[in-house]
């Protein structure tokens, strides 16, 4: 272990000792009067997620995990996207370097290669979409933030195994405004780098008695920090929501609708040495600013089958086009706390983007390359390279790439409803009884491959390349067929019923245990493949062997069910102070991809050919909070089974299951030192290896790093009846491999952050925020699209966005 994370981590544990004593001692905790208003909301805040108890409970006294963040901190973190907001949670690694959609997202000890497969992203307490991950979509592809958000609260773990969808990994929980006696009206106007043009506006309010409502939303135009010379972000949002007071409770109902195009980043062309440990820029290529992309290839065409072509544009991205209406319901009748959550999500969530291919080599390599497989006789420099825009002969020592632009069009519909009742039965014991069900659906159309020719530039220019035997290896750019093309529908239905309980043994001591029954059905239908030449021309290579649904059809089908559980503890050491113990069983089960997948996977499980993943959970942790100092610690312990894997390679679809063990610690720590003065330290330690694979046991779960932390100090300035915050925040993410085999390294790198705002009277707010202030080459993925090494020379991988600024301007009215 390194130096660095020997003092951070002796740091913590001297911090968990001296908080831990201070707390037990009679008398140390600080006056209420004597806290800031800030700090008396943060020991007062009252969390939902995870509850038995719809109320919620207060987040020191709860016997699990979860980081909460308002509104304010939020916008202090100047989260690119809403994936991004995870980096303000400790155990949670976020790629968000693809854009506003498409992240992948790895949580303590969990392996997954990509997406976010433990990720739930819930809205007012129910999941927007109940599967957390289908491939080409993640939760937090359908969510967009903006004004109408109140506070976001992320548990990981815990009870989360028996509420909900059952997500053993992390719930990330977004909360709607509601309106308030107090009127609240704002205009918000912000721009920045790539020509960021976006408008907020929200009102909320009381509309009449028992009756409060609001309305906000955004719109937005971006060429983005990587121009691909067309809009990058290009839409907006609306959100209204209805709220009627009840008699002991409460109705809310809301709804949602997004329409955004949103362009998608994959790797660059970067260069790699000793080992992987030292990456720099490639020649004539800048890694944080630059993407392929280009308007030459923004619209492109899809050889399909013979006499049908497809029509696709680059700008379409991994956008969104979507509503959710939901409704929720909560109200004391005859000593019962009633509660009763419902939505349904419709919407289409394409992804029309590039994905890169092969690493980077010279024209002179290419040609010698397809002469070779093409036309064996001739002499490996034969054939012709010219630019498809221009015309013109490529220079033999031009550096070429190939890469595909793919389409997936993904239309997902879902129903969810989650009930509870909960009351004390007995003295002390409060029991919570449930149900959870699920209706879901997503018709799909895959093609993916359409390789294609291009510099190995910013905004690539496309290329023709023939050889002299009458070979045609590209024409208008285009280099590669459709190598996988399914068209599939699938339904699922879950059914779940949970019980819990909530034994209050005492002021000081109190524990809970639950258990939950789930039952899944899937089905779907998917397309059966042949392999046929689209234009009948064997010279034209590009689109020989091209993947091509024959119109019949395979029906898939099964059925599951699965038990979960969670028990846990709370002793309080005094009033605002707190240590817990959890346990749980939790499991996520197989979804669309998975039973599309289990024929190849057959001779890796006998059951269906992909097991269930199940994953038992202990932690022991350790919460305070006053006016000196806050503090949220916990240690894990995680044993993964069942666990499917897919890899999209440049010309194939490859399948692995296994399983993994992890344990860590996280924390959360915050100190006040002096009045408007806070320097907080937020991150993890955590080692995970998988096992039950022989092929990869003993080797570190991939795109998680052992260490990471962020450091941020703020300071607010009293002036009179104005205020300036300044904020920053320093991020160390540690090394990591981006393969299972451990043979693709990812370097440690470090960010640097810094804001400010200033509140002008009660009307006015003004604020300038810089991410990746230092311009730091930082790799969150190497090129996902190659198995084995890749760390000599000439590579493509997906890198940090650069130094980003930002500037807004708020008014309320």
Do not use: C
């Amino acid at each position: 272990m390194n130096q660095s994370k020997q003092f951070a981590l002796s740091s913590v544990a001297l911090a968990v000792l001296t908080l831990v004593g201070q707390a037990q001692a009679a008398g140390q905790a600080v006056p209420q009067d004597a806290t800031s208003g800030v700090v008396a909301q943060e020991i007062q805040q009252v969390v939902v997620t995870g509850t038995a108890s719809a109320s919620g409970t207060r987040k020191i006294d709860t016997a699990f995990s979860i980081t909460t963040a308002t509104e304010e901190q939020l916008k202090s973190a100047s989260p690119s996207s809403t994936a991004d907001v995870l980096k303000l949670v400790p155990g949670v690694y976020a790629e968000s370097t693809g854009g506003q959609s498409g992240a992948n997202v790895e949580v303590r000890g969990f392996p997954s290669g990509s997406d976010s497969p433990f990720v739930s992203v819930q809205l007012n307490g129910n999941p927007i979409y109940p599967v957390p991950v289908l491939s080409f979509f993640e939760g937090t592809s359908a969510f967009r933030l903006d004004d109408t958000i109140a506070r976001v609260e992320v548990l990981r773990g815990g009870p989360s195994t028996i509420y909900s969808v059952g997500q053993p990994g992390a719930t990330m929980n977004f909360i709607l405004k509601k309106g308030e006696d107090t009127p609240e009206r704002t205009i918000r106007l912000t721009t920045g780098t790539g020509k960021l043009r976006r408008g907020d506006v929200f009102i909320g309010g009381k509309i009449a008695e028992g009756w409060y409502g609001t309305v906000g939303g955004f719109y937005r135009q971006t060429q983005g920090v990587r121009d691909p010379q067309f809009k990058a972000d290009d839409g907006g949002q609306l959100t209204a929501s209805l709220t009627r007071k009840l008699d002991g409770g409460e109705l809310t109902v809301y709804v949602r609708a997004t329409d955004e195009k949103n362009a998608f980043y994959t790797g660059v062309p970067l260069i790699s040495s000793n080992n992987g440990r030292t990456i720099s820029a490639f020649p004539g290529f800048d890694p944080l600013t630059g993407t392929l992309m280009s308007n030459e290839m923004r619209h492109f065409t899809i050889d399909a089958a013979p006499g049908k072509t497809l029509e696709r544009d680059l700008a379409d991205g991994r956008g969104m086009r979507a509503a959710v209406w939901g409704a929720n319901y909560e109200q004391e009748i005859a000593g019962w706390e009633v509660s009763n959550k419902a939505n349904y999500f419709r919407g289409d969530l394409n992804t029309i983007s590039m994905f890169t291919g092969d690493n980077p080599l010279t024209a002179a390599d290419y040609l010698a390359a397809a002469n070779r497989s093409h036309n064996p006789t001739a002499a490996t420099a034969s054939g012709s390279m010219t630019y498809v825009n221009g015309g013109g002969a490529v220079d033999r020592d031009q550096q070429v790439v190939q890469a595909g632009l793919w389409s997936v069009e993904k239309q997902l519909r879902s129903f969810t409803n989650e009930l509870r009742v909960s009351r004390e039965v007995l003295a002390g014991h409060t029991l919570t009884v449930g149900g959870y069900y699920a209706n879901y659906e997503s018709d799909d159309e895959w093609y993916l491959g359409n390789a294609h020719l291009m510099t190995a530039t910013p905004n690539a220019r496309l290329i023709n390349a023939s050889l002299t035997n009458g070979t045609v290896v590209a024409r208008n750019g285009k280099s590669g067929n459709v190598f996988y093309a399914p068209v599939a529908s699938y339904k699922g239905d879950n059914l779940a019923l949970f019980l819990a309980d909530e034994w209050k043994i005492s002021d000081r001591l109190r524990v809970d245990a639950g258990v939950r029954r789930e039952k899944q059905r899937l089905e779907g239908a998917v397309s059966n493949l042949a392999s046929g030449d689209t234009d009948n021309d064997p010279l034209t290579v590009y689109n020989n062997n091209t993947s091509i649904p024959t119109g019949f059809f395979t029906r898939l089908e099964r059925d599951d069910s699965v038990n979960s559980f969670t028990v846990g503890g709370l002793y309080k050491l005094n009033k605002d102070a707190s240590v817990f113990v959890r346990a749980n069983k939790g499991n996520t089960f197989i979804y669309f991809d998975d039973l599309r997948n289990a024929g190849t996977q057959a001779a890796l499980n006998d059951r269906n050919g992909v097991p269930n993943p199940e994953v038992t959970q202990y932690e022991i942790g350790f919460k305070t909070a006053n006016s000196l100092y806050s503090a949220y610690i916990n240690a894990f312990y995680t044993d993964f089974t069942g666990i499917s894997f897919q890899q999209i390679t440049t010309n194939a679809v490859l399948n692995s299951v296994s399983g993994s063990r992890g344990h860590g610690v996280e924390f959360e720590l915050a100190v006040r030192p002096i009045k408007n003065l806070q320097v907080s330290l937020t991150g993890n330690y955590q080692k995970s290896e998988y096992r039950d694979n022989p092929a990869v046991t003993g080797n570190e779960v991939q795109r998680q790093p052992n260490f990471q932390f962020r450091l941020s100090p703020s300071y607010r300035i009293p002036l009179g009846d104005n205020s300036v915050k300044l904020y920053g925040t320093y991020t160390h993410i540690g090394d990591r491999f981006a393969d299972q085999a451990n043979l693709s390294y990812l370097p440690s790198y470090q960010t640097v952050d810094l804001g400010a705002l200033a509140s002008i009277g009660d009307k006015w707010e003004v604020r300038v925020a810089a991410t990746n202030l230092t311009n730091e080459l930082g790799l969150t993925e190497g090129n996902s699209r190659l198995t084995g090494a890749q760390s000599s020379g000439p590579i493509n991988a997906r890198p940090i966005f650069g130094r980003a600024v930002e500037a807004s301007l708020l008014y309320r009215f």
